[in-house]
């Protein structure tokens, strides 16, 4: 009778727990569903005049080119019965296309190639505590900053005079207002809910690079290409050559003046830095880098400033008529704002005032980019023009790092609307280079870009599809 009715207890038990199981998941909600968006350019610019004499950087460059930069984007979300939204975001770069500048020395200008550019989870309720992030994305100051490219000719960041991703430029720089401090690494975000319109926004990531490399035990998560640890799960202080701790905070207002629709953020981008190698050293665990082995305090102690980016913009909108303006400040980049580009400060010539050797101080290099655009529309059809200026100090090689080279960029043009996410663009482009003073020649006869005023202009035509 005991094991009867322990028996007749479980089985009981059993069904109560079973019908409790089921009561709790028996839900309207749906699991994350995905669909698949992008966006492709494709474009053709005919440099129509541009200064191509030895030392300038469009000599002997082909005034022709076609481009094209392809967007995938796989988006999956839910939103559940109590409120919350969950989701992934992943946005793959599918192209292979020239990007910005040109190495001094060789003339090669390398090519963009297909990569992962963003992938992150979120959680967020936007009525009530605001959003969550996890994965590989751009900082918050980066993701709300406004203006850009806003009443352009396009009115699309992808394409203007104030972008990376689309250019037609024989410069030796390219301007760009929204710089990408920490390259998209793994990083948690947090955006507030939107009260009266004001929503502040932070994010924080401990190392530069993204996403899983070799993991634990050997080169570390998320220690990137720069980082040569031999083992250890997360990255080194010194090893790194660029910085750690790179965090970000912005605000932004949204909301109507009477008949005029407004927009405005502010943001702010910083990091740390103790020390980064070469590329030939390897610091072990447990030991420290040392004087000379660190490139930044070997070379003066130029380069180990914290760098900090900030931005402001502001976009209104009145009837048919469109105003963007955006600006932001670097200083203190590792490598410089260009990535490598430019020359830094010469610190010593020949006799034949030649300079034959140079460095990169960081700690004193400022660089401005400011964006202003406005258009006009009416019906399928946008007019617009923008303005784009860059000042970037210490890339001319001149002995004064504070000696800045000028890029201006102006555009005018308009776009027709073909229907739904399709779209023809069509612009003329002038774009200025102010090497801001003489020339500052090299050695074994190499040419100085960067210390020579260039002059183009381009016709450009593009065109858009959306999905």
Same mark, same amino acid.
């Given at each position: 009778?005991?094991?009867?009715?322990?028996?007749?207890?479980? %089985?009981?038990?059993?069904?109560?727990?079973?019908?409790?199981?089921?009561?709790?998941?028996?839900? =309207?909600?749906?699991?994350?569903?995905?669909?698949?968006?992008?966006?492709?350019?494709?474009?053709?610019?005919?440099?129509?005049?541009?200064?191509?004499?030895?030392?300038?950087?469009?000599?002997?460059?082909?005034?022709?080119?076609?481009?094209?930069?392809?967007?995938?984007?796989?988006?999956?979300?839910?939103?559940?019965?109590?409120?919350?939204?969950?989701?992934?975001?992943?946005?793959?770069?599918? /192209?292979?296309?020239?990007?910005?500048?040109? #190495?001094?020395?060789?003339? /090669?200008?390398?090519?963009?190639?297909?990569? +992962?550019?963003?992938?992150?989870?979120?959680?967020?309720?936007?009525?009530?505590?605001?959003?969550?992030?996890?994965?590989?994305?751009?900082?918050?100051?980066?993701?709300?900053?406004?203006?850009?490219? @806003?009443?352009?000719?396009?009115?699309?960041?992808?394409?203007?005079?104030?972008?990376?991703?689309?250019?037609?430029?024989?410069?030796?720089?390219?301007?760009?207002?929204?710089?990408?401090?920490?390259?998209?690494?793994?990083?948690?975000?947090?955006?507030?809910?939107?009260?009266?319109?004001?929503?502040?926004?932070?994010? /924080?990531?401990?190392?530069?690079?993204?996403?899983? =490399?070799?993991?634990?035990?050997?080169?570390?998560?998320?220690?990137? %290409?720069?980082?040569?640890?031999?083992?250890?799960?997360?990255?080194?202080?010194?090893?790194?050559?660029?910085?750690?701790?790179?965090?970000?905070?912005?605000?932004?207002?949204?909301?109507?003046?009477?008949?005029?629709?407004?927009?405005?953020?502010?943001?702010?981008?910083?990091?740390?830095?103790?020390?980064?190698?070469?590329?030939?050293?390897?610091?072990?665990?447990?030991?420290?880098?040392?004087?000379?082995?660190?490139?930044?305090?070997?070379?003066?102690?130029?380069?180990?400033?914290?760098?900090?980016?900030? #931005?402001?913009?502001?976009?209104?909108?009145?009837?048919?008529?469109?105003?963007?303006?955006?600006?932001?400040?670097?200083?203190? $980049?590792?490598?410089?704002?260009?990535?490598?580009?430019?020359?830094?400060?010469?610190?010593?010539?020949?006799?034949?005032?030649?300079?034959?050797?140079?460095?990169?101080?960081?700690?004193?290099? #400022?660089?401005?980019?400011?964006? %202003?655009?406005?258009?006009?529309?009416?019906?399928? $059809?946008?007019?617009?023009?923008?303005?784009?200026?860059?000042?970037?100090?210490? $890339? =001319?090689?001149?002995?004064?790092?504070?000696? @800045?080279?000028?890029?201006?960029? +102006?555009? $005018?043009?308009?776009?027709?609307?073909?229907?739904?996410?399709? @779209?023809?663009?069509?612009? +003329?482009?002038?774009?200025?280079?102010?090497?801001?003073?003489?020339?500052?020649?090299?050695?074994?006869?190499?040419?100085?870009?960067?210390?020579?005023?260039?002059?183009?202009?381009? %016709?450009?035509?593009?065109?858009?599809?959306?999905?």
């Amino acid at each position: 009778m005991k094991k009867l009715l322990l028996g007749t207890s479980a %089985l009981v038990a059993a069904g109560l727990f079973s019908n409790g199981a089921l009561a709790q998941t028996a839900t =309207t909600d749906t699991p994350v569903q995905f669909k698949l968006g992008g966006q492709y350019y494709a474009g053709a610019g005919a440099l129509v005049q541009q200064d191509d004499n030895p030392g300038q950087v469009g000599y002997k460059r082909n005034p022709v080119s076609f481009q094209d930069y392809f967007l995938i984007r796989f988006m999956g979300s839910t939103t559940f019965s109590n409120g919350v939204t969950a989701g992934v975001f992943t946005r793959l770069n599918a /192209f292979s296309a020239p990007n910005g500048n040109v #190495n001094t020395v060789s003339g /090669f200008q390398s090519s963009n190639n297909t990569t +992962i550019k963003d992938s992150y989870l979120y959680l967020k309720n936007a009525a009530t505590w605001g959003e969550f992030r996890l994965g590989d994305d751009s900082d918050v100051r980066r993701n709300v900053a406004t203006g850009n490219n @806003a009443g352009a000719a396009n009115g699309d960041g992808n394409l203007g005079a104030n972008s990376a991703a689309l250019q037609w430029l024989n410069m030796p720089v390219y301007n760009f207002t929204t710089f990408n401090l920490d390259s998209r690494g793994t990083k948690a975000a947090y955006y507030s809910p939107t009260i009266a319109g004001f929503q502040l926004s932070a994010s /924080f990531a401990p190392d530069k690079a993204g996403g899983h =490399t070799y993991g634990p035990g050997n080169v570390g998560d998320n220690s990137g %290409l720069t980082d040569r640890n031999t083992n250890g799960l997360t990255p080194s202080y010194q090893n790194n050559q660029s910085a750690y701790n790179y965090w970000s905070v912005a605000g932004s207002w949204t909301g109507t003046v009477g008949p005029v629709k407004a927009s405005g953020t502010v943001g702010y981008s910083a990091a740390s830095r103790k020390c980064g190698v070469s590329s030939s050293i390897t610091v072990p665990l447990g030991q420290s880098a040392g004087a000379a082995a660190c490139s930044i305090a070997g070379s003066g102690g130029t380069q180990n400033a914290s760098p900090q980016v900030y #931005n402001a913009g502001l976009q209104v909108d009145y009837g048919p008529f469109e105003l963007g303006a955006d600006f932001e400040q670097t200083m203190a $980049i590792p490598g410089g704002v260009m990535n490598g580009g430019g020359l830094g400060q010469a610190t010593a010539f020949n006799a034949a005032g030649q300079a034959t050797a140079f460095i990169f101080k960081t700690n004193e290099m #400022n660089s401005k980019n400011i964006d %202003l655009n406005v258009s006009y529309t009416i019906g399928a $059809i946008r007019l617009g023009a923008e303005w784009s200026r860059g000042i970037y100090q210490g $890339i =001319t090689g001149d002995a004064d790092v504070k000696r @800045a080279g000028t890029q201006d960029e +102006i555009q $005018i043009g308009g776009t027709y609307t073909v229907g739904p996410g399709v @779209a023809l663009v069509g612009m +003329i482009q002038e774009a200025i280079y102010d090497a801001g003073g003489k020339y500052v020649p090299l050695t074994g006869g190499v040419q100085n870009i960067y210390a020579k005023d260039s002059n183009s202009t381009a %016709l450009i035509f593009e065109t858009s599809l959306r999905f």
